[in-house]
Each structure stands twice: as C-alpha cells, then as structure tokens.
T-cell receptor, first 113, second 109 residues
Framework: KAGVTQTPRYLIKTRGQQVTLSCSPISGHRSVSWYQQTPGQGLQFLFEYFSETQRNKGNFPGRFSGRQFSNSRSEMNVSTLELGDSALYLC????????????FGPGTRLLVL | GQQLNQSPQSMFIQEGEDVSMNCTSSSIFNTWLWYKQDPGEGPVLLIALYKAGELTSNGRLTAQFGITRKDSFLNISASIPSDVGIYFCAGNNNNDMRFGAGTRLTVKP
C-alpha cells in the first residue's frame, strides 16, 4: 500500500505570495491533518479534515487554510506569505477522525525569501 | 503544540550500545506513539501503544505505555549507525495530539 504523498517536495516563494500544498493520504484513510515543523517550535498542529470538513484547527492565523476533496486528498493554502512561514509542512493521514494513529508524508519544505 | 516532556534532548552513543528515552505529560493520553524522523523527511511511525501498561516490540525497539497513561519510554537495543535521527513521542487523546520536542540520537561507529 502506498504511503502518504505530498507535492511539491520543495518550494521557494517570496514574501506576499501565496502557496498551495497538496497531500494524498494512504488509500482508505479518510482523515488528513496538517502540521508545521520548525526548529524553534517543533511540530505544531494546523488543522484536521475528515469527510471534507474541517474538524479541528490549531492556533494559526487565517492566512492558513485548507480543504479536503471527496477522494480524501487535501490541500493547504497559505496566503500573503511571511518570512516566518518558512518551514517543513507535514501531512498525516489516519483511518478515522480524531488523529488516531497517524502516518506522515515526507513533507513539503517551504522557503520564503 | 509541544506539551510533552521528552528526554534526553540528545544522545551520543557508541554502536552496539542500548538507548533509552522517555516522555512524560501532565495529561492522560489514550494512545502513545513513537516516531523517527530523518533530516528533510517526515516522521515514520515506529510503535503505537493503545493500552496502559502495554509493552510492545518492533525488532530492536521496545516501547511501553505507562500505567498512569501519562508517560512512555522507548528503548533501542544494540544500536547501529542507521538508528541516527530524531525520535519523537506523541500522545493522542481523541482530538488532542501533542508532541515531544524530540531526542536527537547520534551513533558513533
């Protein structure tokens, strides 16, 4: 069974731009969660989607948004990028809601210049 | 966010040695998870623990879910160079998932 896939793997943007990251969960997994990982803050929860609905949201500004499609694939969008948004963005999938045992993708490394 | 206390922060060991790291929390969790992350990659699930007191092995790795449900440890026996990486603990309690800050393991051949 294929694991969680994320695209793109690397991205360079400039301040003020917007970016869209994509995540395809493990087949049969219906929950997708997004995390931001930085050296200083570690892993921080962004949001969780289950059945195309956002079920939980972390403490991030409204510039961070996401959605989930009927095939469970998910996208997250960051608008008006700031330098501090540079991070590894990780997607994790699980079978059900509530972030039960999660399997992570390889991440998208975003660099904002 | 990070609300699990994971220790040690880093370890430098000789190949063949055993390693032990642990996580504690002020909150109870229903599930404890241990992940390993290599540079530039996502965390890979090593062991998942679902019951208080549970002891689970995965090859040279052994992890236990504390009886109080507020702690967990991970042991690695007979370490090898490819064990190098950052090990994270995670506690999951329905919709609340927290991570430790990680233990950076260096194995000297």
């Amino acid at each position: 069974k294929a694991g969680v896939t994320q695209t793109p793997r690397y991205l360079i943007k400039t301040r003020g731009q917007q970016v869209t990251l994509s995540c395809s969960p493990i087949s049969g997994h219906r929950s997708v969660s997004w995390y931001q990982q930085t050296p200083g803050q570690g892993l921080q929860f962004l949001f969780e989607y289950f059945s195309e609905t956002q079920r939980n949201k972390g403490n991030f500004p409204g510039r961070f948004s996401g959605r989930q499609f009927s095939n469970s694939r998910s996208e997250m969008n960051v608008s008006t990028l700031e330098l501090g948004d540079s991070a590894l963005y990780l997607c994790a999938s699980s079978i059900g809601q509530g972030r039960e045992t999660q399997y992570f993708g390889p991440g998208t490394r975003l660099l904002v210049l | 966010g990070q609300q699990l206390n994971q220790s040690p922060q880093s370890m430098f060991i000789q190949e063949g040695e055993d390693v032990s790291m642990n996580c504690t929390s002020s909150s109870i969790f229903n599930t404890w998870l241990w992940y390993k992350q290599d540079p530039g990659e996502g965390p890979v699930l090593l062991i998942a623990l679902y019951k208080a007191g549970e002891l689970t092995s995965n090859g040279r790795l052994t992890a236990q879910f504390g009886i109080t449900r507020k702690d967990s440890f991970l042991n690695i026996s007979a370490s090898i160079p490819s064990d190098v990486g950052i090990y994270f603990c995670a506690g999951n309690n329905n919709n609340d998932m927290r991570f430790g800050a990680g233990t950076r393991l260096t194995v000297k051949p």
